[in-house]
């Protein structure tokens, strides 16, 4: 992810850092290359402007331009706001187990987003990073494959998954999964709901409902990272229609541009937890704000 982004980047700083002294045109023009560069990366539009604009102020207000080393402060800058843009502070990206067991997780999302081995991933590293009994369910009644794969990535993931009683909908298995959940011990359940190819009112109505049944502590978004600004745009409806409380980016191992982590926060105001970095079941990774800047930067 943001290798493009984090070349043109660095070309422009290496010029700015070779210049020593520099005039606030220097500043503007550098600016000017950092807007094209995020746009390019497919950023949000609101999101570049306010990136730039951010910059710009605190560049003219610590006086860049008479400091000993301007090239380097501009970095600096550039680093900070960008840590920023990206949000979710370590506390906010945790994934929150704060509830009274066995605490529900809510996996929501298109088809095909990563949902599924989502679900398998955050299992495994609940069980093996916090300790957890993690027990899976999935709730997607309408693909006849599904329940069964969440069943095979269960098994991958050497966690429990509720047993498949045919014919079952969906909020019933949600219900059942809670008082099995509640029965064996659990410290978590994970609710694998169905996807659509498209946000449709049945889908997002069966969400509702099984959110209203068992309360979730966490409903993460899982979204594909290469989709980009879709992948924004999507969140933001989630967001608006059932609310969600995080975002798991997935395919990041294939996003060159990386448009989609760089907006997520800002336009939806809710944090990305995790990033999803390949097919296998450990390839899941907490996000940190701080490294993915200084992933960009260098
Ligand atoms: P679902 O329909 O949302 O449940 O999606 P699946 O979990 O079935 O995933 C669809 C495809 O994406 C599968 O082939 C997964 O192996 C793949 N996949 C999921 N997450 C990632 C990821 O982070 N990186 C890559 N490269 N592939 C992924």
Redesign the pocket.
Same mark, same amino acid.
């Given at each position: 992810m943001f290798e493009s982004l984090s070349n043109r980047l660095g070309g422009v700083f290496d010029k700015l850092r070779k210049r020593g002294a520099l005039s606030e045109d220097d500043v503007s023009e550098a600016m000017r290359e950092v807007r094209v560069a995020l746009l390019e990366a497919d950023v949000a539009l609101p999101v570049v402007k306010d990136f730039v604009k951010k910059v710009k102020e605190r560049a003219v207000g610590q006086e860049v331009i008479k400091s000993v080393t301007p090239g380097q402060m501009v970095v600096k800058i550039v680093n900070d706001v960008l840590v920023e843009t990206l949000g979710a502070d370590d506390e906010e990206s945790q994934i929150n187990l704060r509830a009274e067991a066995p605490v529900p997780i809510l996996m929501v *999302?298109?088809?095909?987003?990563?949902?599924?081995?989502?679900s398998g991933k955050l299992a495994l590293r609940l069980r093996t990073r916090e300790r957890k009994k993690v027990m899976v369910a999935s709730l997607d009644v309408y693909r006849p494959a599904?329940q069964k794969?969440l069943e095979v990535v269960a098994g991958q993931a050497e966690v429990d998954s509720l047993p498949i009683v045919m014919g079952e909908m969906p909020v019933a298995i949600a219900k059942r999964a809670m008082s099995e959940g509640r029965k064996g011990g659990y410290d978590v359940v994970i609710l694998?709901t169905a996807?659509r190819l498209h946000i449709d009112q049945e889908l997002m109505d069966e969400v509702a409902q099984v959110r209203d049944a068992v309360k979730p502590a966490e409903t993460l978004l899982?979204t594909d990272a290469m989709i980009g600004q879709d992948a924004v745009n999507l969140a933001r409806e989630f967001n608006e229609k059932i609310g969600i409380s995080g975002i798991v980016l997935?395919?990041?191992? *294939?996003d060159a541009r990386g448009g989609a982590a760089l907006s997520m926060r800002a336009v939806t105001g809710k944090p990305i937890k995790l990033l999803?970095?390949?097919?296998k079941l450990d390839?899941l990774e907490g996000f940190h704000a701080d490294r993915i800047a200084s992933r960009i930067l260098g």
């Open positions: *999302g298109l088809q095909g987003s990563g949902k599924t081995t989502t599904a794969q694998d996807g899982v997935t395919r990041v191992d *294939g999803g970095m390949g097919e390839q």
